[in-house]
């Protein structure tokens, strides 16, 4: 369940202080973790033997559903080890600390949400191109917004965790920027734009209403939602098409706030 904003307040504090800290490894600073890459992990763990992956995957999926829970400042290291069914000594054999299975746990997070959704329109023009990925952000929000709260808790007082949310955010940030100077090249969006700002600038009030949505709870619906970010991209960029001005149903039904 998603935290209120004062337990995420709270959480972040308690991050700050390192009040949860229960085994010395886990209050170290490891911000220089923030260096190791996704070819890297990846690259420690096709090393492992077949028995060792299933335990590592296991340690990874058990932090995942503990982070959601609990919070990044709420989870211990016995807390995940407890879940996957392993010992603590088994967790220091595959992780260094909590941040570093919280990155992997991320990493993963970040290829998923900068995934497009499965369903795409059959002629996949700038438009629908625009809504199909503002469709599957909200939707891959919605399935994460435990885990975008638990970052967001301690991003802001945590160098290493404050680079891991900018790169996040990072692929789908450098996936707009293209788009926009595709556009532009083009001849269908402004080219007065700085692509890089104007992807930026619109991503962020995408994720920015996906937050206000999905974790502070107002009360939108799904394919309103995605029409409406879909409109304010088109007119923020100049483009000189017309969206329709019903709301759009394609990739699936009208989901709520779950």
Request: proline fraction near 3%; charged fraction near 25%.
């Amino acid at each position: 369940m998603v935290r209120n904003p004062a337990e995420c307040r709270r959480w972040a504090v308690v991050s700050r202080g390192r009040s949860h800290v229960t085994d010395p490894r886990e209050g170290a600073d490891h911000s220089h973790l923030a260096a190791a890459g996704t070819a890297a992990a990846r690259s420690a763990t096709s090393a492992l033997r077949p028995r060792a992956q299933r335990t590592r995957e296991a340690i990874v999926v058990a932090a995942g559903d503990v982070f959601a829970g609990n919070g990044y400042a709420g989870t211990r290291i016995a807390d995940i080890a407890a879940r996957a069914g392993v010992s603590s000594a088994s967790f220091y054999t595959y992780f260094q600390s909590k941040e570093q299975i919280f990155r992997e746990v991320i990493r993963r997070l970040q290829v998923e949400m900068a995934r497009r959704d499965g369903h795409q329109p059959a002629r996949a023009d700038a438009i629908a191109g625009i809504e199909a990925s503002n469709r599957a952000y909200i939707r891959s929000y919605r399935r994460n917004a435990a885990l975008m709260v638990a970052l967001e808790q301690v991003a802001p007082f945590d160098a290493g965790l404050r680079q891991l949310r900018l790169e996040l955010r990072g692929p789908v940030v450098r996936r707009g920027e293209s788009a926009v100077r595709t556009w532009q090249q083009q001849g269908l969006a402004d080219p007065d734009l700085d692509a890089r700002y104007a992807a930026t600038a619109l991503g962020n009030m995408v994720d920015r209403f996906a937050y206000v949505w999905l974790v502070l709870g107002e009360d939108f619906e799904e394919d309103q939602a995605v029409h409406t970010l879909t409109q304010l991209w088109v007119r923020a960029l100049g483009m000189n098409h017309r969206v329709s001005q019903r709301p759009r149903t394609a990739g699936g039904t009208n989901l709520g706030r779950e």
